[in-house]
C-alpha cells in the first residue's frame, strides 16, 4: 500500500525579495511548534494541518518568488486565551521557523517557502497577546 507522500511545495519563478521587502502572514489556529519527539512535518503529526497551513500562507504571498538565502528577521505575534500545555512562546517560534524553510527527512521533502535555513533568522521578536480568538501573525522582513 502506497502511503501518501507530502506536498513539497512550488518551485519560484520570480526572483527572490529585495531588500527591505516584507510579508506578513495572517494565519487562523495556534502556529505549529517544534516537537522534537515527532517532526511536525510528518503527515501522521496530530497538528500537521498547522504547518501545512502555515506553508499555504506563506507560498501565496511569496506569489511565485524564490526563497531567501540572505538575513532575515522575523515577529510572531501569537493571539489565544493561552498557550497549550507543555508549550512555550520559543516552541512556536522555532515551529515557524522549521516550516517556513525547506527540510528533507527519510519519508519527505519540503522545498523552503521563505528562507533557505532557519539560521538565516538573525533577528526576531515573539509576542503573546491574550484573546478569545486564536490566530497568529508573522511577518517575515528580508534583509538581505
Known sequence: M??????????????????????????????????????IRNIKHRHNERFVRLRQEAIKAMAGRAWSQGAIRMRLTVFAPAFEKGKALIDYAAGVEDTLDGSHGDTFTYLPTAFQDDCQVCGSGSYFRRSKKTHYIVEVTFLD
Open 2 to 39: 502506497l502511503r501518501p507522500f507530502p506536498d513539497p511545495g512550488v518551485l519560484p519563478t520570480k526572483p527572490k525579495p529585495k531588500r527591505g521587502e516584507k510579508i506578513v502572514l495572517r494565519v487562523p489556529g495556534l502556529p505549529p511548534y517544534k516537537d522534537v519527539k515527532f517532526s
